[in-house]
Protein backbone atom coordinates (compact mmCIF):
# COMPACT_ATOMS: atom_id res chain seq x y z
CA UNK A 1 0.00 0.00 0.00
CA UNK A 2 1.05 3.31 -0.94
CA UNK A 3 -0.40 6.55 0.93
CA UNK A 4 -0.37 9.86 -1.15
CA UNK A 5 -0.58 13.41 0.93
CA UNK A 6 -0.57 16.60 -1.08
CA UNK A 7 0.08 19.94 0.40
CA UNK A 8 0.70 23.42 -1.22
CA UNK A 9 -2.79 24.75 -2.33
CA UNK A 10 -4.21 28.12 -1.75
CA UNK A 11 -5.59 31.40 -2.92
CA UNK A 12 -3.50 33.43 -5.35
CA UNK A 13 -3.96 35.85 -7.29
CA UNK A 14 -4.03 35.50 -11.32
CA UNK A 15 -0.44 35.71 -12.15
CA UNK A 16 1.05 34.30 -9.40
CA UNK A 17 2.66 30.94 -8.02
CA UNK A 18 2.50 28.04 -5.89
CA UNK A 19 4.37 24.72 -5.38
CA UNK A 20 2.38 21.58 -5.08
CA UNK A 21 4.00 18.60 -2.83
CA UNK A 22 2.76 15.08 -2.71
CA UNK A 23 4.80 13.18 -0.20
CA UNK A 24 4.42 8.83 -0.64
CA UNK A 25 4.62 6.45 2.20
CA UNK A 26 4.34 2.74 2.66
CA UNK A 27 5.40 0.72 -0.31
CA UNK A 28 6.82 3.72 -1.71
CA UNK A 29 10.31 2.57 -2.71
CA UNK A 30 8.33 0.74 -5.57
CA UNK A 31 6.81 3.94 -7.64
CA UNK A 32 7.06 4.28 -11.16
CA UNK A 33 5.31 7.20 -12.70
CA UNK A 34 3.93 9.73 -10.68
CA UNK A 35 1.36 12.69 -11.60
CA UNK A 36 -0.75 15.47 -11.04
CA UNK A 37 -4.62 15.20 -12.01
CA UNK A 38 -7.09 18.14 -11.77
CA UNK A 39 -10.77 18.67 -11.73
CA UNK A 40 -12.76 22.05 -11.62
CA UNK A 41 -16.20 22.60 -10.54
CA UNK A 42 -18.86 20.21 -13.04
CA UNK A 43 -15.87 19.16 -14.95
CA UNK A 44 -14.45 15.27 -15.23
CA UNK A 45 -10.62 15.02 -13.99
CA UNK A 46 -7.82 15.88 -16.67
CA UNK A 47 -3.93 15.37 -16.20
CA UNK A 48 -2.36 18.07 -16.05
CA UNK A 49 1.65 16.49 -15.74
CA UNK A 50 3.42 13.16 -15.26
CA UNK A 51 7.01 11.96 -14.46
CA UNK A 52 8.52 8.55 -14.84
CA UNK A 53 11.21 6.57 -12.57
CA UNK A 54 13.43 8.71 -15.45
CA UNK A 55 12.39 11.69 -14.69
CA UNK A 56 11.10 11.86 -17.73
CA UNK A 57 8.10 14.41 -18.42
CA UNK A 58 5.11 15.08 -20.20
CA UNK A 59 2.72 18.30 -20.30
CA UNK A 60 -1.10 18.98 -20.56
CA UNK A 61 -0.64 21.57 -23.48
CA UNK A 62 -2.58 24.27 -21.82
CA UNK A 63 0.27 24.34 -18.71
CA UNK A 64 3.49 23.73 -21.18
CA UNK A 65 5.60 26.60 -20.12
CA UNK A 66 4.11 27.47 -16.79
CA UNK A 67 3.96 24.26 -14.22
CA UNK A 68 6.99 21.71 -13.74
CA UNK A 69 6.78 18.55 -12.58
CA UNK A 70 9.91 16.80 -10.39
CA UNK A 71 10.59 14.65 -7.78
CA UNK A 72 12.99 14.06 -5.13
CA UNK A 73 13.46 9.96 -4.79
CA UNK A 74 15.27 10.25 -1.78
CA UNK A 75 12.25 11.59 -0.10
CA UNK A 76 9.67 9.67 -2.19
CA UNK A 77 8.54 13.07 -3.02
CA UNK A 78 6.67 14.68 -6.27
CA UNK A 79 5.96 18.35 -6.68
CA UNK A 80 4.33 20.45 -9.28
CA UNK A 81 5.58 24.07 -9.82
CA UNK A 82 2.87 26.65 -10.96
CA UNK A 83 3.80 29.83 -12.79
CA UNK A 84 1.78 32.34 -14.17
CA UNK A 85 -1.29 30.85 -12.44
CA UNK A 86 -4.45 32.08 -14.26
CA UNK A 87 -8.19 31.72 -13.02
CA UNK A 88 -9.06 28.88 -15.05
CA UNK A 89 -6.40 26.68 -13.49
CA UNK A 90 -8.79 26.79 -10.31
CA UNK A 91 -9.28 23.20 -9.53
CA UNK A 92 -8.64 20.73 -6.89
CA UNK A 93 -5.58 19.22 -7.92
CA UNK A 94 -4.85 15.19 -7.26
CA UNK A 95 -1.40 13.55 -6.68
CA UNK A 96 -1.41 10.03 -8.44
CA UNK A 97 1.25 7.77 -8.27
CA UNK A 98 1.98 3.96 -9.67
CA UNK A 99 3.60 0.93 -8.52
CA UNK A 100 4.25 -1.97 -10.82
CA UNK A 101 0.75 -3.72 -9.63
CA UNK A 102 -1.46 -0.74 -8.40
CA UNK A 103 -2.01 2.90 -8.72
CA UNK A 104 -2.74 5.23 -6.05
CA UNK A 105 -4.61 8.82 -5.70
CA UNK A 106 -3.88 11.64 -2.88
CA UNK A 107 -7.26 13.21 -1.47
CA UNK A 108 -6.74 16.39 -3.15
CA UNK A 109 -5.12 19.99 -2.75
CA UNK A 110 -7.59 23.17 -3.38
CA UNK A 111 -6.32 25.53 -5.81
CA UNK A 112 -7.67 28.75 -6.34
CA UNK A 113 -6.64 31.68 -8.47
CA UNK A 114 -8.37 35.19 -8.52
CA UNK A 115 -8.81 37.36 -11.54
Known amino acids: QVQLVESGGGLVQSGGSLRLSCAAS????????MAWHRQAPTKVREWVAS???????DYLDSVKGRFTISRDNAKNTVYLQMNSLKPEDTAVYFC?????????WGQGTQVTVSS
Open 26 to 33: GSAFSLNA
Open 51 to 57: ITSTNRT
Open 96 to 104: WASTPTMAY
